[in-house]
């Protein structure tokens, strides 16, 4: 059962401020599994990239520096959020797919990445 689902017709309301700290988290943790395709890609040409790799490796890197961009940008405004404003998270959480994201953004609790990098995703799409 997902946390919208628990929810039902309540209101989950919580502070704005923890929210937002909560995605910058996720999108530090977005950050780094990406980060972390680059040297795998490069095990797998042993090094040598092609024109269109090197776009790719290019493209992996700003993907991670408009993650670490984003987080660092919604982390300072976040600061500047008083406490007491609190939003109704219900229809968003119900909007996220992922079941780790989605209990790391409604449950409040936040240790270490969403998903554990030792351990297999839940979620996968195959297209």
């Known amino acids: 059962m997902t946390i919208a689902e628990r929810a039902g017709n309540d209101i989950f309301e919580e502070a704005l401020p923890t929210i937002l700290m909560r995605v910058v988290s996720e999108l530090h943790d977005v950050a780094y599994l990406i980060e972390r395709i680059e040297p795998q890609l490069l095990e797998a040409t042993d090094g040598a990239v092609s024109d269109d790799g090197l776009k790719l490796l290019q493209g ?3 993907a991670v520096q408009k993650a670490r961009g984003l987080a660092e940008f919604i982390d300072t405004i976040t600061g500047s959020i ?3 404003w609190a939003v109704d998270v219900t229809t968003a959480l119900s909007l996220v797919k992922l079941a780790e994201m989605q209990k790391a ?17 839940g979620d996968f799409d195959l297209f």
């Open 82 to 84: 008083p406490l007491e």
């Open 60 to 62: 992996i890197d700003l």
């Open 105 to 121: 953004l409604g449950a409040g609790l936040r240790h270490g990445h969403s998903q554990p990098i030792d351990k297999a995703s």
